[in-house]
């Protein structure tokens, strides 16, 4: 016999047909309590096990610090000291709004760097006119809390947790529901609203799309002008790329982290490339690796593109709903352009593959051609020179007759750390701590050849270094790498 007692399901031995029909049954009606409680004891249980809720869930019981605090403040206040030197204001960074529709959090980039924290819909203020940080975030966690199922759904206090306020060290906490107070005060006193705009400029004026969503950035600044419409927007771009373009060392150990994993991944991948096989199998032996490797996330689809497909971008293959899933053939090449994210940080790496373990003597030419053109980028990687200067010297190690057929230059490099597309200055001078991707494209559509490489390189004391060196790229080893 089954009882059950508010969603509780209990197990009760069953009487025999003889004991069943030796008395009339009678029926009457038993308090749930009394029920319950006879129930826990036929069970074995006390009644208290079949009642108890699961305890109030802490921020600290879940996630770990990324960083020191004090790397944190640094972060912080040198941002305030680019505010101060180019207009002051307070910068408003926005976090998540922390809807995962079942996957992983993942925090926004620019609240992730200066505050490491895993928290959503919040507000961190860095208010350089008074040299202050003020984090302004729910007094609970939205998405622990649901009062239907109070067992699944325990709760997670945010504001009052002194342990999640000692991760990241910032000066004041605030509920936020107090933002918009705080905002109009500061505004009324003249202080200038500084907001990452995306790319350097003037603050555009914001286009809400009748179809689709919008960035966060878009969506702030959005609600800036309508909201506040006496305050001064100002663009905050540079000030915030100049801080994310210079890598520190605890951050450089992330990224040879994710550099491995995704080499491991291509070499794994790598070993199952053969004609018959299609270019999904490959992408997933590839996430594969770099999650038994340590990977939290995927940054971004991996393209994976053989035969025809390699002739085209990922946007023009991504139209087209089961676009990337062609069984590679016989003579194919085959391109890996894939990364993956370790401890919050990215790789994006590059190579091109003989399906059938061998390259024709006009694919062979055609990777020296990539080739050539990467080893001059590297070579001429040092403190100083621009991405400009090195798309220079890209093209002047490209034979004049195949240029037609490189990518533009914006893709011989960018950025990467925290994302595949960090906030970067393309006339800003390399320095070290600077982690950049080399990745000269080759397409030819007239003989039907595509090849690729894209190492990620980084800025040294007197030059530079390949964090992805241990991944060839000359021909003979990445046909041995197929056989």
């Known amino acids: 016999m089954i009882l059950y007692h508010e969603g509780t399901r209990v197990s009760v031995p069953h009487t025999s047909a003889r004991q069943r029909t030796r008395a009339p049954t009678v029926l009457r009606r038993v308090p749930g309590s009394l029920l319950l409680t006879c129930a826990a004891a036929i069970a074995g249980l006390s009644p208290t096990a079949l009642t108890a809720q699961a305890s109030e869930q802490r921020y600290s019981d879940w996630v770990r610090r990324d960083f020191r605090p004090q790397e944190y403040e640094y972060r912080r206040g040198r941002t305030m000291d680019g505010l101060r030197a180019s207009g002051g204001g307070l910068l408003l960074t926005p976090s998540s709004d922390g809807s995962t529709h079942g996957g992983t959090f993942r925090q926004l980039d620019d609240f992730w760097y200066l505050t490491g924290l895993e928290v959503p819909q919040s507000m ?57 107070a705080y905002l109009r005060g500061r505004f009324a006193e003249g202080a200038i ?33 309508s909201d506040y419409a006496e305050a001064e ?20 150990g992330r990224m040879r982290g994710a550099a491995d994993a995704t080499m491991a991944g291509i070499r794994a991948a790598a070993d199952r490339i053969r004609p018959g096989v299609d270019e999904r199998s490959l992408q997933g032996e590839f996430e594969r690796s770099c999650r038994s490797f340590g990977a939290q996330s995927i940054p971004f689809t991996p393209i994976v593109k053989s035969g025809p497909n390699s002739l085209w971008p990922w946007r023009v293959l991504a139209a087209h709903y089961d676009r990337r899933n062609r069984a590679m053939e016989d003579g194919d090449l085959v391109i890996l352009d894939v990364g993956c994210e370790v401890n919050g940080y990215v790789s994006d790496v590059g190579r091109t593959f003989p399906v059938n373990g061998s390259f024709s003597d006009v694919q062979r030419e055609k990777l020296a051609v990539s080739n050539r053109a990467a080893a001059a980028i590297i070579a001429a990687v040092r403190p100083g020179v621009t991405l400009r200067e090195l798309t220079a010297v890209a093209y002047e190690a490209i034979p004049d007759d195949e240029e037609p057929y490189m990518q533009t230059p914006s893709f011989f490099g960018h950025h990467i750390g925290l994302s595949v597309g960090d906030p970067a200055l ?9 982690v950049f991707t080399v990745e000269p494209w080759y397409y030819n559509h007239d003989i ?26 000359d021909p003979g080893a990445l046909e041995a790498m197929v056989r």
Do not use: C, Q, W
């Not at 555009?204 to 799309?209: L, N, Y």
């Not at 595509?450 to 800025?459: G, I």
């Open 233 to 252: 927007i100002a663009n905050a771009f540079e000030v915030v790329a100049r801080m994310r373009m210079i890598k520190s060392p605890a951050e450089i």
């Open 124 to 180: 961190l203020v860095l208010d350089s006119d008074r040299s202050r940080s003020l984090l302004f975030m729910p007094t609970r966690d939205p998405r622990f809390d649901n009062p239907g199922r109070p067992n699944d759904f325990p709760g997670r206090p945010l504001l009052d947790d002194y342990r999640l306020r000692s991760n990241a060290g910032i000066d004041e906490y605030r509920d936020i529901a107090d933002l918009d």
């Open 426 to 434: 393309l006339d800003e001078p390399l320095a070290p701590g600077m």
């Open 448 to 473: 039907g050849v595509s090849v690729f490489v894209e190492e990620v390189v980084l800025v040294t004391e007197d030059g530079v270094e390949v964090l992805t060196e241990g991944l060839p790229r």
């Open 193 to 225: 609203a500084r907001v990452n705009a995306g790319a350097a400029g003037p603050v555009p004026e914001p286009e809400v799309p009748l179809i689709g969503a919008v960035e966060a950035h878009v969506a702030l600044i959005h609600r800036l002008r």
